[in-house]
Antibody, heavy 119, light 109 residues
Framework: EVQLVESGGGLVQPGGSLRLSCAAS????????MNWVRQAPGKGLEWVSY????????YYADSVKGRFTISRDNAKNSLYLQMNSLRAEDTAVYYC????????????WGQGTLVTVSS | QSALTQPASVSGSPGQSITISCTGT?????????VSWYQQHPGKAPKLMIY???KRPSGVSNRFSGSKSGNTASLTISGLQAEDEADYYC?????????FGGGTKLTVL
């Protein structure tokens, strides 16, 4: 079964840091592009960041550029999101999702991990 | 990176058909046939329903269909069922970024 499981969320103070992880199983992780997508409470989906299968190409949404860093370890079948200088508006459920660029879809998605930025 | 525009809510009775629009620009929806749609039930992760404008993944009911004209994509659900009540999001590739719509809450009356 193709599966993604996020971890690492929690409560952090404004200006703080957090590192999210996403463990992949059931498919050849190193062959797929991956993304992070977030959803603020009661709000819609927002794309956060993209990383190519090899990790050589990375993109970020303007809202997180310079503060967040996406990375991956293909040997460990894992995706990461290092989040620094966190703000209240970063509060959201963070999903990792597999991306198929030729067809333009996200599938599957993990169950999400909640990040709350508050003092 | 502006969000695609979707109606906040739509509703329909069981058995009826509804259409959700998704309006973008010539930089996203209008330039690429990489529009996808996602269904999200409360507290759950999004589920892929349509990709490449009109293709259905294996396992998705043929009651779901997609189309595109110019800068606007649409999702049509025919023969509405109670379990279709959910939030729906459109999504478009836009070069080095991906943009989502604001989401549409579908209520089955």
């Amino acid at each position: 079964e193709v599966q993604l499981v996020e971890s690492g969320g929690g409560l952090v103070q404004p200006g703080g840091s957090l590192r999210l992880s996403c463990a992949a199983s059931g498919f050849t992780f190193s062959s797929y592009e991956m993304n992070w997508v977030r959803q603020a409470p009661g709000k819609g989906l927002e794309w956060v960041s993209y990383i190519s299968s090899s990790g050589s190409t990375i993109y970020y949404a303007d809202s997180v550029k310079g503060r967040f860093t996406i990375s991956r370890d293909n040997a460990k079948n894992s995706l990461y999101l290092q989040m620094n200088s966190l703000r209240a508006e970063d509060t959201a459920v963070y999903y990792c999702a597999r991306w198929e660029s030729t067809a333009g879809w996200f599938d599957p998605w993990g169950q999400g991990t909640l990040v709350t930025v508050s003092s | 990176q502006s969000a695609l525009t979707q109606p906040a809510s739509v509703s329909g009775s069981p058995g009826q058909s509804i259409t959700i629009s998704c309006t973008g620009t010539s930089s996203d929806v209008g330039s690429y046939n990489l529009v996808s749609w996602y269904q999200q039930h409360p507290g759950k992760a999004p589920k892929l329903m349509i990709y490449e404008v009109s293709k259905r993944p294996s396992g998705v009911s043929n009651r779901f269909s997609g189309s595109k004209s110019g800068n606007t994509a649409s999702l049509t659900i025919s023969g509405l069922q109670a379990e279709d009540e959910a939030d729906y999001y459109c999504c478009s590739y836009a070069g080095s970024v991906v943009v989502f719509g604001g989401g549409t809450k579908l209520t089955v009356l």
